[in-house]
């Protein structure tokens, strides 16, 4: 078996292989560190080698801080294995926040650093900014934090919610268009009709409304006319009454001769 200490802060610690995962292991919390004992998933001989993964959850605040727009992240770059490790080659990525910028790192000693990477998750559109470094034969003086400092805009954080935001509108958008939009090629005769029947039939509920003003006109003169006797003004008004229902009827008889011309069953209730 193989001890090895993980942060005091460390939780939900997974020990897993290609295979999944692994239940030969322990973990003891103490007060300054966890201690994690494991146990490969079968017995190695001298010479065999194993490969598995060991990862832990930690809260930034221990490890990332920042003045405005300037970061800083305080980690080991090489950490506890187990007891008198001697690592020939070792290769570290430090993922940052999509947007990162002005990157460099801190070391206590030399470290390789090659060329930056990109890494996209859910959402990500320029990427995230990688950082690789490599450092050979290391022991355990070498368990020593390095700092990385960038700077990010907070702004940025809006970026994923807003994409979010923006394709479900475009979403929407799209259906209403597609459901109230006509793409086809051939015309639907009986729906063609139906929308001219309609059509027709708000003309004319817009003329009995009208005419049905005119009714009340009317009365409201021979109202005034029981006041005033006044029978020179009350034939005047009756008279443009007459004229304007005599057009409005007109133009009824007019409509209700097309929705006949239609074959709708309109034409009798109108």
């Not at 692994?22 to 300054?32: A, G, K, R």
């Not at 509108?169 to 209403?176: D, E, G, K, N, P």
């Not at 009365?219 to 006044?230: F, I, L, T």
Request: proline share 3%.
């Amino acid at each position: 078996s193989l001890q090895t200490i993980l942060p005091a802060a460390a939780q939900d610690v997974y020990y897993r292989d290609e295979i999944g995962n692994i239940s030969t292991s322990h973990l003891l919390v103490l007060d300054d560190s966890v201690e994690m004992e494991i146990r490969p998933r079968f017995p190695l001989f001298g010479g065999w080698k194993t490969h598995y993964i060991i990862g832990y959850n930690l809260p930034s605040y221990e490890y990332l801080y920042n003045l405005g727009d300037q970061y800083a992240l305080k980690m080991r770059f090489v950490d506890h294995v187990f007891d008198e490790q001697v690592t020939d080659s070792l290769t570290v990525k430090i993922v940052l926040p999509e947007g990162a910028k002005n990157i460099h790192v801190d070391s206590p000693y030399e470290i390789n650093r090659a060329s930056d990477e990109l890494h996209y998750t859910y959402l990500d559109t320029f990427g995230r900014p990688v950082i690789v470094a490599h450092k050979s034969n290391l022991v355990e003086q070498h368990i020593q934090d390095i700092v990385v400092h960038y700077t990010f805009n907070k702004i940025l954080m809006l970026q994923e919610p807003l994409l979010v935001v923006g394709a479900f509108y475009i979403l929407f958008f799209t259906v209403i268009v597609y459901v109230r939009l006509d793409f086809s090629i051939t015309k639907d005769p009986a729906a063609e009709a139906r929308m001219k029947v309609a059509c027709i039939t708000e003309q004319v509920l817009t003329l009995v409304n009208k005419r049905l003003g005119l009714y009340r006109h009317f009365d409201e003169a021979v109202n005034k006319y029981k006041q005033s006797r006044d029978i020179s003004t009350l034939n005047s008004g009756k008279k443009s009454l007459e004229m304007e229902h005599k057009a409005l009827t007109n133009e009824i008889a007019s409509l209700q001769s097309k929705l006949k011309t239609e074959g709708s069953d309109l034409c009798d209730k109108v």
